[in-house]
């Protein structure tokens, strides 16, 4: 009988053949060695030791620097602009209307400070409040894993494929709200979580994404452009970072993508804006 070679005996116990190994440090066990755990068999060692569940809420889920900033710009805005009443409807005020996405504004007269300013207003407490929980909950989860800087650009980034989808569709309509980049991080929560192994239909975001779509095509006066091209451009951003994340990449390979995506949407916005002339 030939010898049992080291590779297929317990690691305390030489006498003993195993196919087994310890999931954690691969060392092979036999039956009285294992433990069974949630992330398979552990040798006596690796046993001992906790395995932390990583998931997008528990990764330095208390960084939330940026998310309360843009809460508190986007409220004093609100105050502002005094944009009171409940729904979205109504008479704008004079803040939305200098400050509002507008294509004639954009093309005409170059206000291409519309791009950006157009994400900071909204039209009603319904609006402002609806947008703001979205931003606290997303920016929890996104903010911590992402780092504030990442994080900021990818809000700036959605905020301007926003623009640039609501104004595809719509160039003659005053468009305002947070949406487009709200949508943008729901987008990038969505693949950021299967990047790492999570299912997001099991934690509600792929349910919240399709619901709000839902809404955009139902409720009337929202802009459906504006959140499907802020769904867009935070997911070409999320997957970019993820790839980068993959290979290993400098980090400054993903503030060139986030830039790359954010040059591309501003030059898109330009450039359908340039429409309305044939429009009015």
Not at 126 to 144: I, R, S
Not at 149 to 161: E, K, P, T
Request: hydrophobic share 45%; with cysteine.
């Amino acid at each position: 009988m030939s010898a049992v070679s080291e590779e297929t005996v317990c690691y305390r116990h030489p006498n003993r053949e195993t196919a087994v190994s310890c999931s954690r440090c691969g060392r092979p066990i036999c039956t009285d060695c294992m433990t069974s755990t949630p992330v398979g068999m552990r040798c006596p060692e690796c046993s001992k030791e906790k395995t932390k569940v990583v998931s997008m809420r528990s990764i330095n889920a208390t960084v939330t620097t940026v998310t309360t900033a843009l809460i508190a710009i986007n409220g004093l805005i609100f105050l502002a602009s005094g944009q009171f009443g409940f729904g979205t409807g109504g008479t704008a005020s004079q803040l939305n209307v200098n400050l509002g996405l507008f294509g004639p504004s954009i093309d005409i007269n170059h206000e291409y400070y519309r791009l950006v300013t157009s994400g900071f207003l909204h039209s009603g407490l319904l609006h402002v409040g609806f947008n703001m929980y979205l931003l606290w909950v997303l920016g929890q989860l996104l903010e911590g894993p992402l780092g504030s800087v990442r994080f900021a650009g990818l809000y700036v980034v959605s905020l301007l494929a926003g623009s640039f989808g609501a104004l595809l569709l719509e160039p003659t309509a005053l468009t305002v709200g947070a949406s487009g980049a709200v949508y943008g991080l729901m987008g990038a929560a969505f693949f950021q979580m299967r990047a790492r192994g999570i299912d997001p239909f099991s934690t509600g975001i792929a349910p919240l994404i399709l619901f709000n779509l839902v809404l955009s095509f139902v409720i009337p006066n929202i802009s459906i452009g504006g959140h499907i091209g802020g769904l867009v451009g935070g997911s070409l951003c999320a997957l970019a970072l993820v790839a980068i994340e993959k290979r290993r990449l400098p980090p400054w390979t993903g503030y060139v993508a986030l830039a790359v995506i954010g040059v591309a949407s501003v030059v898109g916005a330009i450039a359908v804006s340039g429409r309305v002339e044939g429009l009015l």
